[in-house]
């Protein structure tokens, strides 16, 4: 197996798993804050992955270095990111968020070029501009030319978490860690933090069994394991447009499962932005290895 088709494998894993999280984060935001399934879901990615760490016996070597990466990347995520993330799913409706955070794989793609000095061929481009007027579509309702969102802000803070995501992975790139080790070590960041900004805002509360479900969901699938897969496939990968176009796969499950678990409806323009969006990944996918290109 290539190394591209082992971050294939590993970015595919990591897009099945975060499919199920939309309708995770809507049903833990019905009885608790963002800033307190935050806490939770980190606490638990951070417990998970400290056990795999210490499984594989590379806690010396977590705790020896490679802190003064992990002060920025913890605070960018799961800090910052989070934060914004699930304040714009408790504002707009979890199709609506969902579609428009996943316009961070087209971000990524172009933004890899200036900083990591990769290319993008034509195809990729027009990859990209098609799956993101699937990506569009879904979030307008259909109205690509009229657009008249119910909530400005809620908008606003998921398209910034798509610019944090980005720019979060991309930086990952040219980050030496382990990714284990480094993952454990940004949520070791993260978590106090986090744990204070709790204690000074909504407190410590107890919502019922249901909500302490999801926020552990959460915690091992959203910020666990995808964690772990996505970062080995951006480290794998030759081109980054060629892993971050899997992203486009996850919407279809979102959305069945917004419907069917949350009972969002599922509307015309969404099937029509679907369609779009699998379009624009079959183009990018099916062109040639265009050759070796700068890392």
Same mark, same amino acid.
């Given at each position: 197996?290539?190394?591209?088709?082992?971050?294939?494998?590993?970015?595919?894993?990591?897009?099945?798993?975060?499919? /199920?999280?939309?309708?995770?984060?809507?049903?833990?935001?019905? /009885?608790?804050?963002?800033?307190?399934?935050? +806490?939770?879901?980190?606490?638990?990615?951070?417990?998970?992955? $400290?056990?795999?760490?210490?499984?594989? $016996?590379?806690?010396?070597?977590?705790?020896?270095?490679? +802190?003064?990466?992990?002060?920025?990347?913890?605070?960018?995520?799961?800090?910052?990111?989070?934060? /914004?993330?699930?304040?714009?799913?408790?504002? !707009?409706?979890?199709?609506?968020?969902?579609?428009?955070?996943?316009?961070?794989?087209?971000?990524?793609?172009?933004?890899?070029?200036?900083?990591?000095?990769?290319?993008?061929?034509?195809?990729?481009?027009?990859?990209?501009?098609?799956?993101?007027? $699937?990506?569009?579509?879904?979030?307008?309702? $259909?109205?690509?030319?009229?657009?008249?969102?119910?909530?400005?802000? =809620?908008?606003?803070?998921?398209?910034?978490?798509?610019?944090?995501?980005a720019l979060y992975w991309l930086l990952n790139a040219r980050d030496?860690?382990?990714?284990?080790?480094?993952?454990?070590?940004?949520?070791?960041?993260?978590?106090?933090?986090? /744990?204070?900004?709790?204690?000074?805002?909504?407190?410590?509360?107890?919502?019922?069994?249901?909500?302490?479900?999801?926020?552990?969901?959460? =915690?091992?699938?959203?910020?666990?394991?995808?964690?772990? !897969? +996505?970062?080995?496939?951006?480290?794998?990968?030759?081109?980054?447009?060629?892993?971050?176009?899997?992203?486009?796969?996850?919407?279809?499950?979102? !959305?069945?499962?917004?419907? +069917?678990?949350?009972?969002?409806?599922?509307?015309?323009?969404?099937?029509?932005?679907?369609?779009?969006?699998?379009?624009?990944?079959?183009?990018?996918?099916?062109?040639?290895?265009?050759?070796?290109?700068?890392?």
């Amino acid at each position: 197996m290539t190394r591209d088709q082992r971050a294939i494998l590993y970015g595919t894993g990591a897009v099945g798993l975060w499919s /199920t999280v939309a309708t995770a984060f809507k049903l833990a935001l019905t /009885t608790m804050t963002p800033v307190e399934l935050m +806490w939770i879901a980190a606490l638990v990615s951070w417990l998970l992955i $400290g056990a795999l760490v210490a499984h594989r $016996g590379q806690l010396t070597s977590a705790l020896r270095g490679g +802190w003064r990466t992990a002060l920025w990347a913890g605070l960018m995520n799961p800090v910052a990111y989070y934060l /914004t993330l699930f304040a714009a799913y408790d504002r !707009l409706p979890g199709q609506e968020a969902m579609a428009l955070n996943y316009t961070w794989a087209l971000a990524m793609a172009f933004l890899a070029v200036p900083i990591l000095g990769q290319r993008l061929t034509p195809r990729d481009v027009l990859a990209g501009l098609v799956a993101y007027a $699937g990506v569009w579509t879904i979030a307008t309702r $259909g109205r690509v030319f009229d657009v008249a969102f119910a909530d400005p802000l =809620g908008v606003l803070l998921a398209l910034a978490s798509t610019l944090l995501w980005a720019l979060y992975w991309l930086l990952n790139a040219r980050d030496h860690r382990e990714p284990l080790i480094a993952q454990w070590q940004n949520f070791s960041v993260g978590l106090p933090v986090l /744990t204070l900004i709790v204690a000074a805002g909504p407190g410590f509360a107890w919502h019922g069994w249901a909500s302490l479900g999801a926020g552990v969901y959460v =915690g091992l699938f959203e910020m666990g394991f995808a964690f772990v !897969l +996505w970062q080995m496939a951006v480290h794998q990968v030759s081109r980054t447009a060629r892993v971050a176009n899997l992203i486009f796969l996850s919407p279809p499950v979102s !959305l069945l499962l917004l419907h +069917w678990v949350v009972g969002e409806p599922i509307l015309a323009s969404t099937l029509v932005g679907l369609v779009l969006i699998l379009a624009g990944l079959g183009l990018q996918q099916l062109q040639k290895n265009p050759g070796a290109e700068p890392a």
